[in-house]
């Protein structure tokens, strides 16, 4: 004879093991770290900043000439005027010219104004880079 069953009324315990879940998450976490793939950063100035308000530049190479370009803005049509030691120039065509003259192990100083935009100021320094001139710094504002 079977002996009857009783329904009884238990409290069904719930619990979540976390140890494989954390795993898990530690793996995809891994994954990622290892198959992301970084671009490299667009327009990239290869460069030397002076260190401490310019006076790294001096102690850098005491045997160039060193040769400073100040980008200015002209108030009147908001043209560019590049003021070189002894002349000015109000293009990237009379710059190359003046910068093709002089040697190739010339230190060249940009000093831009704050109120230029850098789209002349990295004309500046294209054209000097297509007269062969490697040897260009920036001064620290200040």
């Known amino acids: 004879m079977k002996t009857p069953v009783k329904a009884t009324r238990s409290r069904i315990s719930f619990s979540i093991r976390m140890t494989p879940l954390i795993d898990v998450i530690f793996l995809l976490m891994i994954f990622f770290v290892m198959t992301i793939r970084f671009q490299p950063p667009e327009g990239v100035l290869e460069n030397r900043l002076p260190e401490k308000g310019g006076q790294g530049i001096t102690d850098q190479q005491t045997d160039w000439e060193v040769v400073r370009l100040k980008v200015k803005l002209v108030p009147e049509g908001k043209s560019l005027k590049i003021m070189l030691q002894e002349r ?47 040897n260009v710094v920036f001064a620290v504002a200040g």
Not at 90 to 107: H, K, R
Not at 109 to 132: A, L
């Open 88 to 134: 000015t120039v109000y293009s990237y065509e009379a710059l190359l010219e003046y910068l093709n003259l002089l040697p190739d192990e010339i230190l060249i100083v940009i000093e831009p104004e704050p109120k230029v935009p850098y789209k002349q100021v990295i004309g500046v320094f294209n054209t000097c880079i297509k007269s062969n001139k490697n």
